[in-house]
């Protein structure tokens, strides 16, 4: 097993933001909650221990209960990509053949490959609307392919695959493979608040996390939603990593999980300033800077990914940020140098003044 860099991850942690940038390339809402009264937690009642040595019950619970399904088929990690990385190391034996959508988001298939996976690139076109395809996926699991890992809404593009897509993808390919589905960015969907795809097939799992919708990255509340055998063998695979998880951090998701209204409350007002957002953004789009990108929008959300018609995009990026004071996500991180990233998570007026910004720079800076 060797852990190689995650290009991505290295450089979202430690990316210089240059004074005065506008922040356009962090996929996440704003973080709510500054104190736990915020969060509708007293924090003279955390418990510091308590029993959780396979999961503490209630956290799996309130997890199980907000997705109709059984406490037995949860496990609470710490984040996504913990839940990412545990189903993985459970399933994958060295060698596997595994198919990875590309354009990728690099933290699902760093850990592939660091399992001793094979990563077979399930390519998503720009020119078919980034949409999956399911006969090429057919096609790799006849030769063999074990599994299947996406992120839906698809993240850099943005777009997202209705249910009977998912599921018009898994009886293509059948039972045998698995087909995990990161649903991390789905809940900021107009009618997909507390919906799942999880075991709408036996071999149809998912995971996903508070972080990104919700605005609350630092709980660090994720999950993986599999069937009961999986789970069983996930947590056996932590076993390997920690003895077991901080109790108080289970106990404070568990709470924060039945509060469906606080919940909803948090979507709900990001949702509503993605989606003034977004007018900004396809006003830009149809002014005369926008003819500079080739954008296949998604319908919802609060990120989609930009390919440059005419220059490299890793230079633009840099130069956009150096001389235009803007930052968006290079595109080489989701293995599409040719383009990058871009996110109004942060706001209309975020939105409005880094596409400003971006149009100077295309008017005064940027030659092609």
Not at 98 to 108: F, G, K, T
Request: with cysteine.
């Amino acid at each position: 097993m060797a852990f190689s860099t995650i290009r991505y991850m290295e450089w979202a942690k430690t990316r210089e933001v240059l004074p005065g940038e506008i922040d356009l390339a962090v996929s996440n809402m704003p973080t709510v909650a500054e104190t736990w009264e915020e969060l509708g937690i007293d924090p003279s009642e955390i418990p510091p221990s308590g029993p959780n040595s396979y999961g503490y019950e209630a956290a799996r619970r309130a997890i199980a209960d907000r997705y109709d399904v059984r406490p037995e088929e949860v496990m609470h990690t710490m984040g996504a990509s913990m839940s990412n990385f545990v189903f993985l190391a459970a399933m994958i034996t060295p060698g596997d053949r595994i198919l990875v959508e590309r354009p990728v988001y690099e933290c699902l298939s760093a850990p592939v490959e660091a399992l001793g996976g094979v990563v077979v690139p399930l390519v998503r076109r720009e020119k078919n609307g980034w949409r999956i395809p399911v006969e090429d996926a057919r096609e790799e699991v006849r030769n063999g392919a074990k599994g299947i890992f996406l992120s839906n809404p698809h993240n850099p593009s943005g777009q997202f695959s209705d249910d009977d897509e998912i599921l018009r993808l898994a009886d293509a390919v059948g039972h045998e493979p698995w087909i995990l589905v990161d649903e991390i960015y789905r809940e900021w969907l107009d009618n997909h608040y507390r919906r799942t795809i999880a075991l709408k097939r036996p071999n149809l799992f998912v995971t996903s996390s508070l972080t990104k919708v919700f605005g609350l990255p630092h709980l660090r509340a994720g999950w993986l939603i599999a069937r009961d055998d999986i789970i069983r063998k996930a947590y056996r695979a932590l076993d390997h990593m920690a003895v077991v998880q901080p109790f108080m951090y289970e106990w404070v998701t568990a709470q924060v999980m039945r509060d469906d209204h606080r919940l909803r409350r948090f979507r709900d007002d990001h949702r509503s300033s993605t989606v003034a957002a977004r007018a900004v953004v396809d006003e830009f789009l149809g002014g005369p800077h926008g003819n500079a990108f080739s954008a296949v929008m998604p319908d919802e959300g609060g990120f989609a990914f930009w390919r440059l018609r005419n220059g490299d995009g890793d230079r633009f990026r840099d130069k956009l940020q150096r001389q235009g004071g803007v930052g968006v996500a290079p595109g080489r991180y989701f293995g599409t140098p040719n383009g990058f990233r871009i996110s109004w998570t942060g706001g209309v007026e975020r939105a409005r003044s880094g596409l400003a910004a971006m149009g100077r720079f295309l008017d005064e800076h940027w030659e092609g």
